[in-house]
């Protein structure tokens, strides 16, 4: 059972930027494809990002550019820097690890990120 932990939410105004970290309870990286989605208020949950166990990653289009995944092996940490944030990337983010093709799927419990004036 991998547990997953987000930190570094928070409110800030819009063209500002923000760093998110997920903290896994054991070495994912290798074994898991790696990712952040979140969750608008009143909507589904979308991606955002993911970093598959080669390093490939990839970026929904509404937020290339702007946002960059990196992760930090030796502390089984996946962070997510943000930049030129925008009022519509208010949601809560929720950090993912999970294999593809089987039942394994993890999910972090989330955090809030409400870029607001």
């Known amino acids: 059972q991998v547990q997953l932990v987000e930190s570094g939410g928070g409110l800030v105004q819009p063209g500002g930027s923000l760093r998110l970290s997920c903290v896994a309870s054991?070495?994912?990286?290798?074994?898991?494809?790696m990712g952040w989605f979140r969750q608008a208020p009143g909507k589904g949950r979308e991606f955002v990002v993911s970093?598959?166990?080669?390093?490939?990653?990839v970026y929904a289009a509404s937020v290339k550019g702007r946002f960059t995944a990196s992760t930090d092996k030796a502390n089984n940490t996946m962070y997510l820097e943000m930049s030129s944030l925008k009022p519509e990337d208010t949601a809560v983010y929720y950090c993912?690890?999970?294999?593809?093709?089987?039942?394994?799927?993890?999910w972090g419990q989330g955090t809030q990120v409400t870029v607001s004036s």
């Open positions: 970093i598959s166990r080669s390093g490939i990653t």
């Open positions: 054991e070495r994912t990286f290798s074994t898991y494809a």
């Open positions: 993912r690890a999970w294999q593809s093709g089987s039942p394994l799927d993890y």
